[in-house]
């Protein structure tokens, strides 16, 4: 997942992610797994957050994803500044994958360079979350700002429902036409 990350204008992983013990966003990694648990990886902001997934795996995850691999879970925090300086846009669609006040794969893809971060402080239902996605992304495709297509996304669910609860880091202004990398 870094690696695809660190080249890519657009990145975007739907799935799993934390809550309030640690903030992360899971993937599923094709021919890595011996078994089960070790299918699966992670995107994570600090070594904490490492240590956590591979001690108590994923929290709140259904079905339960238990612990990963350490080799399979990215902490960003061990990267060079400016990795990630070719992304334009890179969403975090998972519960808690923008947690406030702790470390999360959002703030750490915002540090490296991203030019725009979009991920959720809270816990989303997958219905939610597929069709703020379905919105969101056909937004942009019209050649609304990141801001306005995540806005939109929200259209017709009550104000305190989860899927409102997103954060956007950088810039909220970016647009993904005309197709280019980050800055």
Do not use: M
Request: glycine residues 10%; contains cysteine.
């Amino acid at each position: 997942a870094l690696e695809q990350l660190k080249k890519t204008a657009i990145f975007y992983v739907f799935g799993h992610g934390g809550d309030n013990n640690v903030s992360c966003q899971t993937f599923w990694a094709p021919g890595k797994q011996k078994d089960a648990s070790s299918g699966w990886g992670a995107i994570v902001q600090s070594v904490n957050d490492r240590n956590y997934l591979v001690q108590y795996g994923v929290p709140g995850s259904t079905p339960p994803i238990p612990p990963i691999p350490s080799d399979n879970i990215v902490v960003l925090a061990s990267e060079p500044s400016g990795a990630l300086s070719k992304v334009l846009l890179a969403v975090y669609e998972g519960c808690v994958t923008a947690g406030l006040f702790r470390t999360s794969p959002t703030k750490g893809t915002k540090n490296l360079g991203a030019r725009c971060v979009v991920g959720f402080r809270n816990h989303i239902g997958e219905d939610q979350a597929r069709a703020w996605a379905d919105r969101f992304w056909t937004s942009l495709r019209n050649g609304t700002t990141v801001s306005s297509a995540a806005s939109s996304a929200c259209a017709g669910w009550p104000l305190y429902d989860p899927i409102r609860q997103y954060s956007i880091l950088g810039a909220g202004t970016t647009v993904i036409h005309p197709a280019r990398y980050g800055q």
